[in-house]
């Protein structure tokens, strides 16, 4: 996701708390939190035109919203907060930028993932320390389109969720549409009372809103797992029936940074590194994993971080096959 610099503007109003963080090398906004976003109609995620960004989390001090905006002339990042969140989210904005995150560690051992770095200095992975936002939609992703998900998550968001705090902007900015207004997604106990109607309505079937319910009530314990090793956290989360490698994976390279969650069984990732780094199709997990090998020593493992340099080239296989049709439970 690209987002321009920021146009200067008026400063928003009764923010609850600002501040300025000056990143310690390059940034691009767009490739650090772009991730964040679940499908161009995220209720929890909005760029706005003047090119700020803005997301609206449940924090552990309650909702918050944040907004972000990179000042490159002055070479840092602005950001306003609103809401019982916006403490939270503010003394936390360099780790969600990438503070925590040391892209030095990682050495290029092919020349495609070489040139997507270094065209890329911007890129950081950032660290959410929230667990049960990223875990949700993960688990919505669970063997479905992205087109489903997404809109499983943004039915979800705008008919359980609330109001995100401060003036935060609806999909074309206009305060004039209160519905479509930016969403905080529901407190832990509020998903695991979800009744089924609701998820059939919002077409998800039986086993993805039955792993989401056992997260949402085993939401304290998988909280701590933002502040544990990849290893332990990948545990932790995997503990819960109905989770497995992909979705603890998607999760954790979101909420701890983690530069090593590579993911694997996904229907997509193998073949794109695969064909990328070696030009052969059909490629799987463990034979991806073997080309990912150089990386998983540096600095701890940096498989994600390769995966996202090659994914971000753009170099895919060939679509041989039609595209995967929407399933659609709420006629059934």
């Known amino acids: 996701m690209r987002v321009p ?3 200067p503007a008026a400063r928003t109003p009764a923010a609850s708390r600002s501040r300025r963080w000056r990143p310690p090398g390059p940034l691009d906004l767009g ?3 772009g991730p964040l976003r679940r499908g161009p109609g995220d209720p929890a995620f ?3 035109p003047d090119g700020s960004v803005w997301r609206a989390s449940r924090t552990p001090a309650g909702p918050g919203t944040l907004r972000l905006a990179l000042r ?5 990042v602005e950001a306003d907060a609103w809401g019982p969140g916006a403490d939270w989210l503010l003394d936390r904005l360099p780790a969600l930028l990438g503070a925590d995150d040391d892209p030095t560690e990682f050495v290029p051992r092919h020349r495609l993932v070489h040139e997507s770095h270094r065209r890329r200095p911007g890129l950081r992975l950032l660290r959410t320390g929230l667990v049960l936002e990223s875990l949700i939609p993960s688990i919505l992703e669970q063997k479905v389109t992205s087109d489903e998900a997404y809109r499983a998550w943004r039915l979800l968001l705008q008919r359980h969720g609330e109001p995100a705090p401060g003036p935060a902007p609806g999909p074309a900015s206009d305060p004039a549409c209160p519905a479509d207004r930016m969403r905080v997604m529901p407190e832990a106990a509020a998903w695991a009372m979800l009744p089924s109607w609701e998820w059939h309505r919002a077409g998800v079937d039986g ?6 319910v056992r997260a949402a009530r085993a939401a304290r314990r998988l909280e701590e797992a933002a502040g544990m090793e990849l290893a332990a956290a990948s545990a932790r989360l995997q ?9 603890a994976a998607e999760t954790l390279q979101r909420s701890n940074g983690a530069a090593d969650a590579v993911t694997v069984g996904d229907l997509h990732v193998p073949r794109i590194v695969g064909y990328a780094l070696t030009g052969e199709r059909g490629t799987d997990d463990a034979r991806m994993l073997e080309l990912l090998a150089p990386y998983a020593e540096q600095g701890g493992g940096q498989r994600h971080r390769a995966c996202r340099l090659i994914l971000l080239t753009g170099r895919r296989p060939p679509r041989r096959a039609p595209r995967f049709s929407v399933n659609d439970i709420r006629g059934l």
């Open 46 to 48: 909005r760029v706005a």
């Open 72 to 76: 490159p002339a002055e070479a840092h």
């Open 207 to 212: 086993k993805r809103s039955a792993t989401v």
């Open 239 to 247: 503990a819960v029936p109905g989770i497995g490698p992909w979705t």
């Open 5 to 7: 610099p920021a146009v």
């Open 31 to 33: 490739l650090v939190v």
